[in-house]
């Protein structure tokens, strides 16, 4: 911040700032409050972030505002795929049973909050037949307390 011309007043203290000055986006600091909010390190010498008027260390930067992938924990700094109410890498975005990457604008489908593809939805999701144990896509028979396709009743 600038008092005046050329007098550089510190985001921290509010105080003239004479010598040696940090700044991060528009604002400067004395070097001794260049300083991450959360954890105190200080950042003379590391990467800075600034938001809502504070400074941030890579990590705690990270821990605070960017997204992990709900499959590998890792924090996504690029594309991101927000699904099911959790947030992927897009290759960790995978069928739950098989492992199946979903490619780009293809859908699945929503099972127990676990992404599945087709095939797989139908064997996690849908009613099983009493006679031949595969799953019941159609219409189904309900009789003796069991659900049935029609042709295996």
């Known amino acids: ?10 985001a921290h203290c509010n105080q003239k700032i004479d010598g040696k000055a940090m700044k991060a986006g528009d604002k400067y600091w004395h070097d001794e409050h260049f300083l991450c909010s ?13 938001k809502q008027g504070q400074l941030f260390c890579d990590q705690d930067y990270k821990n605070r505002y960017v997204p992990r992938c709900s499959s590998c924990s890792g924090f996504i700094l690029k594309e991101c795929i927000r699904a099911i109410n959790q947030t992927f890498h897009p290759e960790h975005f995978c069928c739950y049973a098989c492992q199946t990457p979903f490619g780009d604008g293809q859908g699945f489908h929503q099972h127990l909050q676990r992404a599945y593809c087709k095939p797989c939805y139908i064997e996690a999701a849908c009613e099983k037949c009493h006679g031949c144990t595969r799953p019941i896509t159609d219409k189904a028979m309900k009789a003796l307390g069991k659900s049935w396709h029609s042709a295996c009743f």
Not at 41 to 50: E, F, G, P, S, T
């Open 1 to 10: 911040m600038e008092a005046g011309a050329g007098i550089l007043l510190c």
């Open 38 to 50: 959360v954890c105190g390190i200080r950042l003379r010498d590391a990467k800075v972030y600034q």
